[in-house]
């Protein structure tokens, strides 16, 4: 009988980048119960206090983490993981969540993306370098999950590309498919080939409102398009056999 510790996983959901769509894969594969947030509990996919609770009583079922937990959060776990994510282009990501919040939110329904962007609440907890924060938090700075407000400096870009190179597998929302089909490969898992979840429906916006939001959140921009070269890098290493 061996007494190794169970393979673990977690998954950095970083919103709006077909997180949603690979959890639903996930359940499929492992079963709701291995999975947190368990499907009953959705609420809890950004509060690191309730993660850790649940941890404390259920480490032994749960085999991946899910949820908009950064990256630092494994640390905060204390135990080890095969760490996955994906990551998508910085103004799309930003304009599906105005939308998606438009949607789901009837008080906003017509409101103007621009109004909602401007919404200092979400700008600083959803928008502004999302995708940075996710990686470049540290335990010490974490206060508040993904919420947690930044100053940003250049050390935070940096420490995000850093901390990307550190995980395990990194996918690209725009290459979903061979994101799952890598994750199949590498692990055995069964994920099928179910559409991507949760696309809110194409919406114009100004030029003028693109380049502002790429402006507002230039460090996102750069940790994308490291992350661009990241994945073709990694590829080409496995295609070479290297």
Known sequence: MSDAAP??????????AAGTSLVFRLRRHFGRAAIYPPESDRGNTIL???????????????????????????????????????????????????RHHRDLTPEDAEKPLEAIYDDPFRFQGFIHNHMVKMFSLTPEEHTAGMLTPVQFTS???????????????????????????????RFGWDLGNEPTLNRTRPFDVSDAFRARIAEDNAMDVELYAFAEQLVEQRQGRATSGV
């Open 48 to 98: 690191v206090d309730d993660l850790l609770e649940r941890w404390r009583t259920h480490r032994d079922e749960i085999v991946v983490v899910t949820g908009h937990f950064p990256l630092c959060t494994v640390e905060i776990l204390g135990a080890s993981f095969t760490t996955l994510t994906v990551l998508r282009e910085p103004i799309e990501r930003t304009l599906s969540y105005l």
């Open 155 to 185: 050390r935070h870009l940096e420490r995000a590309k850093q901390n990307l190179a550190t995980v395990d597998v990194v996918g690209l929302q725009e290459r979903f498919t061979d994101f799952c089909t890598e994750l199949s490969s």
């Open 7 to 16: 393979r673990r996983f977690f998954f950095v959901h970083v919103q709006k």
